[in-house]
């Protein structure tokens, strides 16, 4: 059985122009050519237009495709390939579901949001490339994993640990307390400690992560909400505790 140009197109919902370029790049080949000059795809062509679109979808360019294509000349092989891309894809979609149910949750119980949390299944590469650019490719992994590990059950708690750390910031600058102080650097001490759960702390890390929650406001806003300037208070508690306890 085979298929028009025509036909192939509309079903796949793209068009005869497109499917001639990726025949021009030797990515998709007609089963054969009339006499018309019309091209015609048969069953195995059909099976690798949808492994070329999947992967268009996933973002891949049309050289990295067939560089894939090529690489998988068995179909059993190429559709269990293509299979875990769509599980791959239907976790990431779970999880966008997940995170905008837990946006909507916090937002009406008016607590705050951490952009671990906003932004879990969506795209990463703005965050990816920051946290690589301040703190190198590992730690930006080694936290990526940590967070996907975690059990919706875990999420909420590791969340509640940080408000309970933001709200203790807050209620000590209220009462005068200085980024030195005995009870703020206390919180400083498990601030930290909740920074090493998902990452290895460092006092360059410990410090760098101060200064964020200063420069941008996505972060400082945590603090903030609980009284102007104590994202600043923050931020010297950390660096003061990073240069007294910690060592990179």
């Not at 998902?198 to 972060?219: C, H, L, N």
Request: glycine share 8%; aromatic share 8%.
């Amino acid at each position: 059985m085979e298929w028009s140009i025509q036909e192939i197109a509309g079903r796949a919902g793209t068009t005869s122009r497109t499917l001639r370029h990726y025949g021009d790049l030797g990515l998709l080949t007609p089963s054969r050519i009339g006499s018309n000059g019309y091209r015609y795809y048969d069953q195995d062509a059909l099976v690798r237009l949808q492994r070329i679109l999947l992967l268009r979808e996933l973002g891949l360019s049309l050289p990295a495709i067939r560089d894939v294509l090529e690489g998988q000349r068995d179909t059993a092989v190429a559709l269990r390939a293509h299979l875990r891309l769509l599980e791959e894809e239907r976790e990431r979609i779970g999880r966008q579901i997940a995170s905008v149910r837990t946006t909507l949750r916090r937002t009406e119980e008016g607590k705050e949001l951490m952009a671990e949390e906003v932004f879990d299944g969506f795209d990463h590469t703005v965050h990816e490339a920051e946290v690589t650019r301040r703190w190198g490719r590992e730690a930006y992994e080694r936290s990526a994993r940590w967070w996907r590990g975690l059990s919706p059950a875990d999420r909420t708690g590791f969340q509640d640990a940080h408000d309970t750390i933001a709200r203790d910031y807050g209620q000590a600058r209220a009462a005068g307390a200085d980024a030195g102080s005995e009870v703020v650097q206390d919180i400083a001490r498990r601030h930290v400690e909740w920074l090493s759960l998902s990452t290895a702390v460092t006092r360059s890390y410990v410090i760098g992560i101060g200064e964020m929650y200063v420069a941008d406001a996505r972060f400082g806003k945590n603090y903030d909400r609980y009284g102007d300037g104590t994202a600043v208070l923050v931020r010297d508690a950390l660096t003061m505790y990073a240069w007294h306890r910690l060592s990179d």
